[in-house]
């Protein structure tokens, strides 16, 4: 089974909030024949679009294929929150790459969220964007660990855009029974995904690339150049970007041997009304302390966007909405009886140590994926920093590149079970908050 094709229909996106609120774009024609490019990027996400956009306007003949449609996949479903940092902590990536390259790392990071603010201001994008994003946590040993890492940033960093928060103050922001403390960082911020994500498609087309939807990849030839063959055409690059993130399936075994897809969903409720306030008193995101985390947002037409729950299998429950409402009624119990409109799933893509998998597959095929939950800005930046690898420019790639990359163990064939019983492990861990 396909991920392409296990939980949506060809062509068309999920039935998500996202789907029902964003301006589409007109189709993009499918390839046809054959066609000659200086560069074939496959995957059409932030990844793909970026490295598309941001070759366009630096003269390269870009063509871009994707197998459904435009931020079909985790960009267009995902839960809009642009986060700091990278998604491993500083002082993990410290003890893993050294300082030197930990604090590179630290300001990569910080330039992926300016990226994204810039496209965003550049491309005139009505996404909705908000300042803002609250960690929340669960027990006092959390909020101790969450104020000394605030304060390992604001020292060795110099970021002073983070407030520890104590438990009033998170309670003044999220009234949450559950919540006990945490920080807030109005660095960070929140965004609509797939309205960014269509206006990376649109600027990326103005400015040059040219975009075929529902034109997947059967085959790659790879030699001096790179033939990308379709059902009903093909492409020859001098180089290929592969930007598949959780749909890469069979396409490169090298990288599916570290990057693993797996499923996360979110609901969005009726409008809330008077509710709003019991949920937000202030239209930032949170994201929880949970292993398996909860994470949520007011919408512009005051929904509770809430995301919960992870599966590791192929196909999606037969009930989202009925999966996303326990963790979400856990976190407001008052809202046990709300209306939930919309219910979707998304497959995202993780790697061992949660750092996006950036590498040179030889000399003219190159691939970044694996975001693992941290992509809105990552993802995005990721495909400047290939364009920029492809212009001769490479320190920024390089360095994302040197990030060690365990395989999962048991391969891509034993990677998803062995997940589960580990994942199954940490979901235990969470409910008995350990």
Known sequence: MNLLDANDRKGHYPDSWYA?????????????????ADVCVIGGGFTGLSTALHLAERGFDVVLLEAHRVSFGASG????????????????????????????????AEDSKDLVKDLIAKHNINCHYKPGIAHACFSAKEVREEHAYAHHLQTRYGYNQIETLERDALQAICPSP????????????????????????EAAAEAGATIHETSRVTQIERGAKVTVKTETGQVTA??????????????????????????????????????????????????????????????????????GGESYGYTFP???????????????????????????????????????YLRRLGSNVITASG?????????????????????????????????????????????????????????????LGV
């Open 238 to 307: 001098d180089h290929l970007v592969l930007a598949c993130n959780g749909y890469l399936g069979d396409l490169e075994p090298k990288v599916a041997g570290r990057v693993m897809p797996i499923n996360n969903f979110i609901a969005a409720t009726e409008p809330l009304g008077d509710d709003v306030a019991k949920v937000l008193e202030r239209d930032v995101a949170v994201a929880d302390t949970k292993f398996v985390i909860n994470y949520f947002r007011l919408s512009h037409d005051n929904r509770l966007l809430f995301g």
């Open 318 to 356: 037969s009930d989202i909405a009925a999966t996303v409402r326990k963790p979400m009624v856990e976190i407001f119990p008052h809202l046990k009886d709300i209306g939930i409109d919309y219910a979707w799933g998304g497959t995202l893509a993780i790697t061992m140590k949660r750092m996006p």
């Open 20 to 36: 029902a609120t964003a301006q589409p774009l007109a189709p993009f024609a499918p390839l046809t024949g054959d066609r000659v």
């Open 178 to 201: 559950k919540y006990v403390g945490g920080s807030l960082d109005m660095g960070a911020g929140h965004l609509h995904p797939l309205a960014f994500a269509l206006g990376l498609a």
């Open 371 to 431: 975001y693992s939950g941290h992509g809105v800005g990552t993802a995005t930046h990721a495909g400047q920093l290939i364009a920029l690898a492809l212009s001769g420019e490479v320190e920024g790639f390089d360095t994302m590149a040197r990030v060690p990359a365990a395989p999962f163990p048991g391969g891509p064939r034993m990677r998803s079970p062995l997940l589960a019983l580990a994942m199954t492990w940490y979901a235990l861990r969470d409910r």
């Open 77 to 108: 479903r995902n839960g809009g929150q642009l986060g700091s940092g990278q998604r491993m902590e500083q002082d993990g990536l410290e003890r893993l790459v050294g300082q030197d390259d930990a604090s590179k790392l630290w300001h990569l």
